[in-house]
T-cell receptor
Framework: DSGVTQTPKHLITATGQRVTLRCSPR?????VYWYQQSLDQGLQFLIQ???????AKGNILERFSAQQFPDLHSELNLSSLELGDSALYFC?????????????FGEGSWLTVV | GENVEQHPSTLSVQEGDSAVIKCTYS??????FPWYKQELGKGPQLIID?????GEKKDQRIAVTLNKTAKHFSLHITETQPEDSAVYFC????????????FGTGTSLTVIP
């Protein structure tokens, strides 16, 4: 158990809908990350927050947004869902947000869009 | 562009044999290389990492070697056991803001009892 908690574990929703994925980082970690894992794209970095502020942005679609709250938990919002958004979404965390920090992954949220 | 290449994509070994997975990276400034193990239905779990100031690191049956000149690093698993069966990912830092990583495409390791 990495100490990173994600909910829900599984989610099935229809195209066009909106969902929110939640993440609690490891105790003491200030930075959270969101990754998407699909069969054809591998692990893709979406976005990183550090202490409530966006630190880095990767291949995150405009339909997706995220935030990190004062208590350091984070949410990833996915809207106008398409079939291609079906994937595993991982949250990870690290102590700080700088380069070379070890990141620890949660168990993931499996999203199926039908 | 900067990325990480990982080989092989699949690997089958007999229980007790060794397994080696190799990754190459392109940015000579990269200085931290973690390895993750992902079991079916679970998140990637850090199993070992190495920083560029050392050439090798061991943790029981797992070792990682780093060749900075050739820009490649390898995961070595000795005395493999069925529970080692999983997908293994290497990663290298992306020179950009924050703490981003390039991940390899994964190696599916099967240990045959």
């Amino acid at each position: 158990d990495s100490g990173v908690t994600q909910t829900p574990k599984h989610l099935i929703t229809a195209t066009g809908q909106r969902v929110t994925l939640r993440c609690s980082p490891r105790s003491g970690d200030l930075s959270v990350y969101w990754y998407q894992q699909s069969l054809d794209q591998g692990l893709q970095f979406l976005i990183q927050y550090y202490n409530g502020e966006e630190r880095a942005k990767g291949n995150i679609l405009e339909r997706f947004s995220a935030q990190q709250f004062p208590d350091l938990h984070s949410e990833l919002n996915l809207s106008s869902l398409e079939l291609g958004d079906s994937a595993l979404y991982f949250c990870a965390s690290s102590v700080t947000g700088g380069p070379g920090n070890t990141i620890y992954f949660g168990e993931g949220s499996w999203l199926t869009v039908v | 562009g900067e990325n990480v290449e990982q080989h092989p994509s699949t690997l089958s070994v007999q229980e007790g044999d060794s397994a080696v997975i190799k990754c190459t990276y392109s940015d000579s400034a990269s200085n931290y290389f973690p390895w993750y193990k992902q079991e079916l239905g679970k998140g990637p779990q850090l199993i070992i990492d190495i920083r560029s100031n050392v050439g090798e690191k061991k943790d029981q049956r797992i070792a990682v070697t780093l060749n900075k000149t050739a820009k490649h690093f390898s995961l070595h698993i000795t005395e493999t056991q069925p529970e080692d069966s999983a997908v293994y990912f290497c990663a290298a830092p992306k020179r950009d803001t924050g703490n981003q990583f390039y991940f390899g495409t994964g190696t599916s390791l099967t240990v045959i009892p």
